[in-house]
């Protein structure tokens, strides 16, 4: 079920095929080198760095900050944070087409909401300039209740003796929050950050959704021109080639993760 899609698409990224009854044509290392010299796959990285980036770091942000908050007692809890999983155990397509509608620039209620503080309308995922955070505006709503409960729970098993000392030494909320509650969460944020990183950098259903790659390609990712390349166009030994990119960035992401976790696990 893993090794043999992981080694046909490997297979395929030395072949060209378009199909048929035709069988695969060896071609070596050409769709390597095509790849490289091919400026839409430097702009889907970059364009799949951006996305992640700004997506993740919303996320981690914010889902340390409501981990933070769900950790304090107060009334009816337990409901809040049931709300505020919602989004993370909806179905993404549905999800898209929600938010494809509330992008919507005549009758979407994002420009209802931005227009009654007296904003401009905005197109949104029509604008090559904001699309890609709107997406990002999209992903942070789905996946930072995961990255709150990854916290939470890293937040329920620390030691209270180091917090039990600041307040003895007259440490207030924000002075305890710094010296003793972030480096303790340091290891337990940097696993959510790369559980994030790893799903945000293969994000396909959003942005295929609402976008396909659009405006033109302003939000084509990595992801999404493999996809078109391979399913769209036929180019099926370029497309397995374009994921097996695809997987090797996913592979550095998650080693840099890993030894910066391990860091912070000597230090």
Known sequence: ???????????????????????????????VTRSLTDGQFWGSIW???????????LQVVLGVGAALLFHQRFPGRGMARTL?????IATPAAVALV?????????????YLVQSVGGPTLLWVSDANLVIPALAIVDTWMWTPLVMLIVLAGLAALPQEPFEAAKVDGAGPLRTFVSVTLPLLSPVILVAALFRLIDAIKTFDIIKVITDGGPGTASETLNLYAFKQGLSYLHFGYGSMLLVWLTLLVFVVAIVFTRLRARTDQG
């Open 47 to 57: 364009r799949t760095v951006y996305f992640v980036t700004l997506s993740v770091g």
């Open 1 to 31: 079920m893993l090794a043999f899609p992981i080694g046909y698409t490997i297979y395929l990224s030395f072949h060209e095929w378009s199909g048929g009854l035709r069988p695969p044509e060896f071609v070596g290392l050409d769709n």
């Open 99 to 111: 938010w494809k509608m509330m992008f919507d620039p005549t009758i979407g209620i994002l420009n």
């Open 84 to 88: 505020f999983m919602f989004p993370m």
